[in-house]
C-alpha cells in the first residue's frame, strides 16, 4: 500500500512539484526570517560582549525605570569626580571613563548632509589608555588624541569612501566642524553595523561636543586579580554616592541585550507572520489540490478497495502522499530560507532600515521549526481530502464516471460555513472591543478571528462562485468569443474547487486590501492632526523627524532675516504620576505662534499664568490619572530631579498625533529639571511666504546640519512619503502569500486541463485552434482571480473597517483608496494571466488524437 | 485491388476534379514506434470517398481502420502517402490551417458522445459555429433540431439526457456546419441495439435527404449494412470491398477473411 503511494506520487512528479511550491515559499520565509533575525540577534550580542569584554564592572548613574514606547531613556552622566573615587578603591586595578551619546553625533557625507539611515548615530568619547576596556578594532589608522581629531565606523567610511587623512564633517550639539579622519574601527566580530554609525573621539572632546563638561556616562573598571567581579560590584557600592549604580560587565552586557533583544523578538515576530499568512494560503492549495487528485482517483483508489485495501489504508496512503510532498518541500524551503534571509536584509536596506549583520546564523532550531511547520501544515491540509478518498466505495473501480458519494455531512455545510463565519466576526468583535483583553491576548484573538474569518468565507464561496463568475465573466463572454464562454462555464463546473483556488488569493487581496484602507485613513488622520494643531509657516526638525535635536540650531534660526517669531519645543521622557510620559517644554509666550491649543479646560490666556510650576496636561492622561485642574502631581526626570507640579489647563490634542506630551510645562522649569536642553520641534513665523523664507533659513541653520527646515505641507508629505515606504515593505511581503496563492491557481488549472483532456481533444477535433485553447484556459484562470479579488477586496475593507472602529478613540478615519483598490483588481487580472501560462500551454500542446482517446 | 495502378490514380484525380470524390487517400502508411518494436498500423492504403455516399470501414480491432479514419479526418499524420481534402492536400498544413479545415470540412460523431456537461444541447450543437465565430440560422437550426428529435430537449444538459439523444446532439453538432464530409467512429458503440438503429437510421437519414458524405468506423455488421460501400481492412490494408450489402453478405464477407 505504501509503495502504491510512493509509486503514484512518482508517477505524477509534475504535480507534487507544483503542490510543493506552495509550502516551499512558506517555509522559506520561515527559516528566512530566524535565519535573518538570529543573524541580527547574534551581532547585536557580539556588540554588547565585545563592549564590556574587558569589564569587571560598570559604574553609572542610578535611573528611574524610564521606557517610553520600547525606546529605553538614556541614563543621565555622573560626575568626573566619581571616576576618582572609583580609582581609590584598593580592590580596582583600572578605571576609564567614557562617553555614549546615541543621536547627537552624525557624519556628514561628501554633498554635506548628514547620514541618517532610521538608525541610532552614536558619538563615543573613549579613554583608551587601557585597551581591555576598548570594544573596538581600529581597521586603519590610530585613536584621536586631540580635539580635531575623529575615528569612524568601517561601514561609513566604506560607503563614503573616506580613507585615513581625509577630513570629515560631525554634526553634535555643537555647531557642524571638521575633523581629521585618523583612523577606521569596527566592533569586532561584527559584519556590518545596518544603518548605525558611530564616530569617536577623545573624552575632553567628548565633553565639549555633547554638552557634557565634567560628566562622564559610564566608568569601566577592572578588578585587580583575585578579586571576583561581585566583590568588585560590592567594594564600588560600599565607597560610590547614592546616585550611582553598580553592576558587573556581564549584568550591564545583559541588560543592554535585553533591550535590544526585544526590538529582534518584535522584527522576527512580524516577518514570522507573513510566513505564516503564506502557510496558511499554502494549506489552502495543498487542501485543493490533493481534493483534486483524489477525487480523479476515484476509480484506482475504489480498483484498490476491491482489491482488499481497508479504508485505512486508503487514508494512510493518501496521507503518505501528504507527508512526502510536505517533507520534500520543507527541506527545499527550508535553504531556500538562507537565499531569502540575505534577500529580506536587502529589503530592509532599500528602505534604510538596515539592522547589523554577521555572517548568516543556521541555528538547529531553525531546521526543527521550519520542517516541522512545513510538514505538519501539509499533512493537516491532507486530512480531509484523505477522509473524503475512504469513502470511495469498491464499486466504482467499475462504473463509468463514478462520482464521489457525497458526505453523510454534506446537506449541513452551508449551515457550518455560515456559522464559522458568525463565530469568526464575533471573536473579532471581541477581541477589537472588549477592554480587559492584554495585548497579546488581543492580537491573538485577532489572528484567530481573522483566519477563522478567511476559512468561514473560504467555505461559504462555493455557494456565490456561481453568481460572482457571471459577473466577472462578463469581459471574457465579451472579448474572449466561444472561449470566454466556455471559459465561464468551465469555472462554475466545480464550484467547490475554484472556490478553494480563489479563496487563496482572496486571503492575499484582503490583506492588501485590508494594509491599503488602514493606510489611507491613518495618512489622513495624520494629515488632519498635524494641520489641526501646526500654525507655523516653518518647522524645523531633526533629520528623522522624531528624535531630538541641539538647541543652539533655533538661536541660529533667529538671526535669518525673514523670522518674526521662533519658538523651541523642547522634549523628553520622564516619571509622571507613576508613568512614563512624555514631557514638553515651551515658550509660553510665543507657543501660539506656531501651535494651536484646543482646550478642553483653559485658554490661551492661561499661558501667561504657568508661572514656574504650572502644567498644561492632555486629557487623556489627565482623565487617566483622575487630574483636575488645580491639583498637583510630582515629575521625576531620568537623572532623578523631581519637581511639584500643579495643573493649570487641560489641553484636548488630536489623539492620533499629539505633538505636544501628555505634560506640557514652560521651558525654564523644564530646562531646570532636564540635563539634555534639546527641542523636538522649533516653530517659526516668517515676513512673506514661508517657500521664499525657507532658504534664508536653511542657510543661517546650516551649521547644525541635523536641523531640517521644512514647510508645514512638506512636513506633511515627508511623513506621508515615509509612511507608504513602510506600507510598501507591507505590500512586498504580502506578495509571498499572493505568489504562493497564483501557484494554487496553476495547480488547479493544470490538474482540470488534465481531467477535461479529452473535451479538449473534442473541441480541437470540430474546429478549436490551439489559440483559442489557451484563450479558454486563460480565461477561466482570469476568472477564477477575479472570484478572488471579489472576495478578498470587500473582505479586506470590512477588516479595516472594524480596526478603524476600534480605533477610535485615536480618532482613525476610514477611507476608501478607489484608485489603489482598482489597481488591486487589475493585478489579480495579471495574476490570472500569469497561472494561465503554463497550463494554457499544456492544453494547446495536446495531440488531439491521444486527447480524444484519452480515458 | 488494394494498390491504386498509375492509371487509377489519374483517374482519380480526374474524379476529384470532377468533384465526385471530396476526401482520398493515397498510399497511406502510418507506423507507430521505432525499431525493432515498429508496428505498421497502415501499409499502404489508398481510397476515394465519393461524394453523398456513406463509407463504412470495417475490420476486427488492430486493422487498422481507427487509424485510417483518424488520418482522413485530419486528426493523425501518416508516416508516408498523403490525404486530400476538398482537394486540399494535408501534409504541408501547420496545425493552424488543419484546424480551420477540419472547422470547414469535417463533422465528428464519436463513440463517447463527448459532449460538455456544462453546456445546454442547444449550446452544444452550436459549439462548432460559436468556436468559428459564426451565427447560426435560427430556422435552418430549427430544422436541424426537428431532424434529430430534439426540437423538447434544447435546454436540457448532457447529464439530463438519455444515452441515445446524447449521440443525436452529437450528430446534430456534426451537421450544424454543413461540413463536407462527416467522420462517425463507432457511432453506436455505446449504445443499446434499438437506440443503435435510431442513430444509424439518423446517419443513413442525413446521407439520403442532405447528401451529406460520411464515412463510419463499425465493427458491427448490422451499421455496416446501411452503407453504400463497404471497405473491409485487416492488418492495415484493404482486403475486400462491398458495394451496398446486407448484414448477412457482411457477416460472410467477415468470416472468409477471418479464415
Redesign the interface.
Known amino acids: 500500500m505504501i509503495r502504491v503511494a510512493l509509486r503514484g506520487l512518482a508517477g505524477r512528479k509534475f504535480r507534487a512539484v507544483l503542490t510543493a511550491v506552495a509550502i516551499v515559499l512558506g517555509v522559506a520565509m520561515i527559516s528566512g526570517t530566524l535565519v535573518l533575525t538570529d543573524t541580527i540577534d547574534r551581532a547585536f550580542t557580539r556588540i554588547f560582549v565585545e563592549s564590556y569584554a574587558g569589564t569587571d564592572a560598570v559604574v553609572r548613574a542610578k535611573s528611574p525605570d524610564l521606557s517610553f514606547e520600547g525606546e529605553s531613556v538614556a541614563a543621565a552622566p555622573v560626575a568626573e569626580e566619581v571616576l576618582e573615587q572609583v580609582r581609590q578603591v584598593p580592590s580596582v586595578d583600572a578605571a576609564v571613563g567614557n562617553l555614549f551619546e546615541d543621536s547627537a553625533v552624525k557624519i556628514l557625507d561628501n554633498k554635506g548632509e548628514p547620514i541618517v539611515k532610521n538608525a541610532p548615530t552614536f558619538g563615543f568619547g573613549l579613554d583608551v589608555s587601557v585597551a581591555r576596556f576598548n570594544p573596538l578594532e581600529l581597521k586603519d589608522g590610530r585613536w584621536p588624541v586631540s580635539d580635531r581629531e575623529v575615528v569612524i565606523d568601517s561601514g561609513t567610511a566604506e560607503d563614503e569612501g573616506f580613507a585615513v587623512g581625509d577630513r570629515v564633517s560631525v554634526a553634535t550639539l555643537q555647531p557642524v566642524r571638521d575633523f581629521e579622519l585618523v583612523g577606521i574601527a569596527q566592533y569586532g566580530g561584527v559584519e556590518s553595523l545596518g544603518g548605525a554609525t558611530f564616530a569617536v573621539f577623545d573624552v575632553p572632546t567628548a565633553q565639549q561636543l555633547l554638552d557634557r563638561e565634567g560628566k562622564l556616562d559610564a566608568i569601566s573598571v577592572a578588578a585587580v586579580g583575585s578579586t571576583s567581579p561581585e566583590e568588585l560590584v560590592r567594594d564600588l557600592e560600599r565607597a560610590l554616592p547614592e546616585n550611582v549604580q553598580v553592576q558587573t560587565g556581564v549584568e550591564q552586557a545583559e541588560e543592554d541585550s535585553d533591550e535590544i533583544g526585544f526590538f529582534v523578538t518584535f522584527i522576527r515576530y512580524f516577518l514570522l507572520t507573513f510566513g505564516a499568512i503564506a502557510l496558511f494560503v499554502g494549506a489552502f492549495v495543498i487542501f485543493n489540490t490533493l481534493s483534486i487528485t483524489v477525487a480523479q482517483r476515484t476509480r484506482e483508489l475504489a480498483t484498490l478497495r476491491t482489491l482488499g485495501a481497508s479504508r485505512r489504508q486508503v487514508l494512510g496512503s493518501v496521507l503518505l502522499e501528504a507527508l512526502v510532498i510536505g517533507a520534500i518541500a520543507s527541506v527545499i524551503g527550508l535553504f531556500a530560507g538562507l537565499a531569502l534571509a540575505s534577500g529580506l536584509n536587502a529589503l530592509f536596506k532599500a528602505l534604510e532600515l538596515e539592522l547589523p549583520t554577521t555572517g548568516l546564523v543556521f541555528a538547529p532550531r531553525t531546521v526543527i521549526v521550519a520542517l516541522v511547520v512545513g510538514i505538519v501544515v501539509t499533512v493537516l491540509a491532507g486530512l480531509i481530502p484523505a477522509f473524503r478518498a475512504t469513502r470511495v466505495p469498491p464499486i466504482s473501480a467499475v462504473r463509468e464516471g463514478a462520482t464521489f458519494p457525497p458526505s453523510r455531512f454534506a446537506r449541513f455545510w452551508p449551515y457550518v460555513a455560515a456559522l464559522m463565519v458568525a463565530l469568526a466576526v464575533a471573536l473579532l468583535g471581541y477581541s477589537l472591543f472588549a477592554d480587559d483583553l492584554g495585548t497579546s491576548e488581543r492580537l491573538l484573538s485577532i489572528a484567530v478571528g481573522v483566519l477563522a474569518l478567511f476559512v468561514g468565507v473560504a467555505l461559504v464561496s462555493p455557494k456565490l462562485v456561481r453568481p460572482i463568475a457571471s459577473i466577472v465573466g462578463w469581459p471574457a463572454r465579451r472579448i474572449g468569443g466561444a472561449a470566454g464562454r466556455l471559459a465561464q462555464g468551465n469555472s462554475v463546473r466545480n464550484p467547490g474547487r475554484t472556490a478553494a483556488t480563489a479563496a487563496a488569493l482572496m486571503i492575499g487581496i484582503a490583506l492588501v486590501t485590508f494594509v491599503a484602507v488602514l493606510g489611507a485613513g491613518l495618512r489622513d488622520s495624520n494629515r488632519d492632526a498635524i494641520e489641526s494643531q501646526i500654525r507655523a509657516d516653518l518647522i524645523l526638525t531633526s533629520e528623522d523627524g522624531y528624535s531630538e535635536f541641539v538647541a543652539g540650531a533655533s538661536d541660529a534660526a533667529k538671526t535669518a532675516a525673514p523670522a518674526r517669531v521662533v519658538t523651541e519645543v523642547r522634549e523628553s521622557a520622564a516619571r509622571v504620576a507613576d508613568s512614563t510620559q512624555n514631557v514638553s517644554g515651551i515658550d509660553p509666550g510665543l507657543i501660539t505662534s506656531g501651535y494651536a491649543f484646543d482646550w478642553k479646560e483653559g485658554s490661551d490666556a492661561v499661558l501667561g499664568q504657568l508661572g514656574t510650576n504650572g502644567a498644561i496636561v492632555a486629557e487623556n492622561f489627565a482623565d487617566d490619572k483622575g487630574l483636575t485642574v488645580g491639583e498637583s502631581f510630582t515629575l521625576e526626570s531620568p537623572a532623578g530631579k523631581k519637581k511639584q507640579l500643579t495643573v493649570k489647563a487641560i489641553a484636548d490634542p488630536p489623539p492620533f498625533y499629539p505633538l505636544l506630551g501628555a505634560v506640557t510645562i514652560p521651558k525654564q522649569t523644564f530646562d531646570s529639571v532636564f540635563e539634555a536642553k534639546r527641542n523636538r520641534f522649533v516653530f517659526v513665523d516668517v515676513n512673506g511666504s514661508p517657500e521664499a523664507a525657507k532658504s534664508a533659513l536653511e542657510t543661517a541653520v546650516k551649521k547644525y546640519p541635523d536641523a531640517r527646515v521644512q514647510t508645514r505641507a512638506e512636513w506633511i508629505d515627508k511623513e506621508d512619503k515615509e509612511f507608504q515606504q513602510f506600507l510598501s515593505m507591507l505590500y512586498v511581503l504580502l506578495a509571498l502569500s499572493v505568489i504562493v496563492s497564483i501557484f494554487g491557481i496553476v495547480n488547479t488549472l493544470v490538474l482540470s486541463v488534465f481531467e477535461r483532456t479529452r473535451e479538449v481533444g473534442m473541441l480541437r477535433a470540430v474546429g478549436m485552434t490551439r489559440r483559442q485553447v489557451r484563450r479558454m484556459i486563460r480565461h477561466e484562470s482570469i476568472i477564477t482571480a477575479l472570484i478572488g479579488a471579489a472576495l478578498g477586496l470587500p473582505l479586506g475593507i470590512f477588516l479595516a473597517g472594524l480596526i478603524t472602529q476600534a480605533l477610535g478613540e485615536f480618532d482613525v478615519q476610514f477611507k476608501l483608496p478607489v484608485d489603489q483598490l482598482l489597481i488591486f483588481a487589475a493585478a489579480a487580472i495579471l495574476v490570472g494571466i500569469a497561472a494561465a501560462v503554463l497550463p494554457a500551454r499544456r492544453a494547446a500542446r495536446l495531440n488531439v488524437l491521444q486527447a480524444l482517446q484519452y480515458e | 485491388m488494394q494498390t491504386k495502378t498509375e492509371s487509377e490514380t489519374k483517374v482519380t484525380e480526374t474524379a476529384e476534379a470532377n468533384g465526385r470524390v471530396v476526401v482520398s487517400g493515397h498510399e497511406l502508411m502510418r507506423r507507430y514506434g521505432e525499431g525493432d518494436t515498429a508496428v505498421d498500423a497502415l501499409k499502404g492504403v489508398s481510397l476515394d470517398v465519393e461524394r453523398g455516399k456513406l463509407t463504412a470501414v470495417m475490420g476486427p480491432s488492430g486493422s487498422g481502420k481507427s487509424t485510417l479514419m483518424?488520418i482522413l479526418?485530419a486528426?493523425?499524420r501518416p508516416t508516408a502517402g498523403y490525404v486530400t481534402i476538398a482537394g486540399t492536400r494535408l501534409g504541408k498544413l501547420n496545425?493552424?490551417e488543419v484546424?480551420?479545415l477540419?472547422?470547414?470540412h469535417i463533422?465528428?460523431v464519436?463513440q463517447?458522445f463527448?459532449l460538455?456537461?456544462?453546456?445546454t444541447a442547444e449550446e452544444n450543437i452550436l459549439?462548432?459555429l460559436?468556436?468559428?465565430?459564426e451565427k447560426p440560422d435560427e430556422a435552418e437550426f430549427q430544422t436541424l433540431l426537428d431532424q434529430v428529435g430534439l426540437a423538447d430537449r434544447r435546454k436540457h444538459r448532457p447529464s439530463e439526457l438519455s444515452g441515445g439523444q446524447q449521440q443525436r446532439v452529437a450528430i446534430a453538432?456534426a451537421l450544424v456546419?454543413r461540413p463536407t464530409v462527416v467522420f462517425a467512429d463507432e457511432p453506436t458503440g455505446n449504445l443499446d441495439s434499438r437506440t443503435g438503429g435510431e442513430i444509424l437510421e439518423l446517419l443513413r437519414q442525413a446521407v439520403e435527404s442532405q447528401g451529406q458524405t460520411t464515412v463510419m468506423v463499425t465493427h458491427e455488421a448490422r451499421a455496416a449494412a446501411i452503407a453504400d460501400r463497404v471497405l473491409f481492412l485487416a492488418d492495415g490494408e484493404i482486403v475486400s470491398e462491398l458495394g451496398h450489402a446486407s448484414e448477412h453478405d457482411i457477416l460472410e464477407t467477415l468470416e472468409q477473411l477471418r479464415r
Open positions: 483518424h479526418a486528426l493523425d496545425d493552424n484546424t480551420k477540419r472547422r470547414e463533422g465528428f464519436f463517447f463527448n460538455l456537461p456544462m453546456l459549439l462548432p460559436s468556436i468559428a465565430g453538432r456546419s
